[in-house]
């Protein structure tokens, strides 16, 4: 069984300040990894994934997120907040090639300020 | 670029009554998920969808849900008699192979169901 704890339900930043979401992970499997972004009123959109080539992963809008087996950790990153990156973030996790459902955490708010 | 579509975005039904969620995937995926996210609590998982079959279903998916791809378009879920506590944001989701493969899955803005 796959899951995944975020912590922090909410992370304040200035514009500008390094943004750290936190997200470890459980799975019996290797695990594949997700972290999606979901803006108000909007679907969730995928930002980057972890399928076991390069443990440093690049995303889109200036994200990243590194695995780290040792740490269980999959925490995402960006050098710079900008005000469009307020948003709620998930960490999710699935099981190894065939596994049909995305195990979420419980998401993470991102709060900018000027 | 391709995306998801739902309809409707929100909808307020009253308790015992059935309420269809309309879903259109993206057009060449294969495999097509409900998920569900009640306030202030984790998106989960309720179904998969796969060769016109349920692939995998989570225990939240009862007797009272059932999916259809009644043509080659729209994916739906039903709900026959609705609770209170049905009351969630429901997210359709397709994706070109099982998420667990180098596929993301694609999500769509989400149903707002609220039972009164």
């Known amino acids: 069984a796959q899951s995944v704890t975020q912590l922090g339900s909410h992370v304040s930043v200035s514009e500008g300040a390094l943004v750290l979401l936190r997200c470890n992970y459980s799975?019996?499997?290797?695990?594949?990894l997700f972290w999606y972004v979901q803006y108000p009123n909007q679907g969730l959109q995928l930002l980057l994934k972890?399928?076991?080539?390069?443990?440093l992963v690049k995303g889109i809008n200036g994200f990243e997120a590194e695995f780290k087996k040792s740490e269980t950790s999959f925490h995402l990153t960006k050098p710079s907040a900008h005000m469009s990156d307020a948003a709620e973030y998930f960490c999710?996790?699935?099981?190894?090639?065939?596994?049909?459902?995305?195990?979420f955490g419980t998401g993470t708010r991102l709060l900018v300020s000027p | 670029e391709p995306e998801v579509t739902q309809t409707p975005s929100h909808q307020v039904t009253q308790m015992g009554q059935e309420v269809i969620l309309r879903c259109v995937p993206i057009?060449?995926?294969?495999?097509f998920y409900w998920y569900r996210q009640i306030l202030g609590q984790k998106v989960e998982f309720l179904v998969s969808?796969?060769?016109?079959?349920?692939?995998?279903k989570s225990e939240i998916f009862d007797d009272q849900f059932s999916v259809e791809r009644p043509d080659g378009s729209n994916f739906t879920l039903k709900i026959r008699s609705t609770k209170l506590e049905d009351s969630a944001m429901y997210f359709c989701?397709?994706?070109?192979?099982?998420?667990?493969?180098?596929?993301?899955?694609?999500f769509g803005q989400g149903t707002r169901l609220t039972v009164v």
């Open positions: 989701a397709s994706s070109a192979d099982a998420v667990g493969g180098q596929d993301e899955a694609f």
């Open positions: 799975s019996s499997v290797p695990p594949y």
């Open positions: 972890y399928t076991s080539a390069a443990t």
């Open positions: 999710a996790v699935s099981g190894s090639r065939g596994d049909q459902k995305l195990v």
């Open positions: 057009s060449n995926h294969l495999y």
């Open positions: 969808f796969y060769n016109n079959e349920i692939s995998e």
